[in-house]
């Protein structure tokens, strides 16, 4: 699903306009993104979390040409469902 259809979907169940709900859909994500800059979690009971895992820097190489690479340290996003969400998913059964 693009996000402009998860807009109208969610426009459609809630009544607000779409532009109402891409102004809120817009917020929601700009706040996740800052609340992850700044490295802190989020929690979202009976959905799953976000959290910033920092990568260590580390040495790989290019499988078609052998060359040796370096890959910098750095920091990425993680998501992790929570297990209401995944049995929600799972019809009421998780794995």
């Known amino acids: 699903m693009t996000k ?3 807009i109208e979907a969610i426009s459609e ?3 607000l306009t779409k532009l109402e709900t891409k102004a ?3 917020g929601f994500w700009e706040t996740i993104e800052e609340t992850l800059a700044r490295g802190e979690s989020i929690e979202l009971r009976g959905f799953g979390s976000f959290r910033i895992q920092d990568r260590p820097a580390r040495n790989v190489r290019n499988p078609a040409t052998g060359e040796s690479l370096r890959i910098e340290a ?3 996003p993680i998501f992790k469902p929570s297990k209401d969400f995944k049995d929600r998913i799972n019809g ?3 794995e």
């Open 24 to 26: 809120v859909f817009v």
């Open 74 to 76: 750095r920091k990425v």
């Open 4 to 6: 402009a259809k998860l």
């Open 13 to 15: 169940r809630t009544g």
């Open 92 to 94: 009421g059964t998780s």
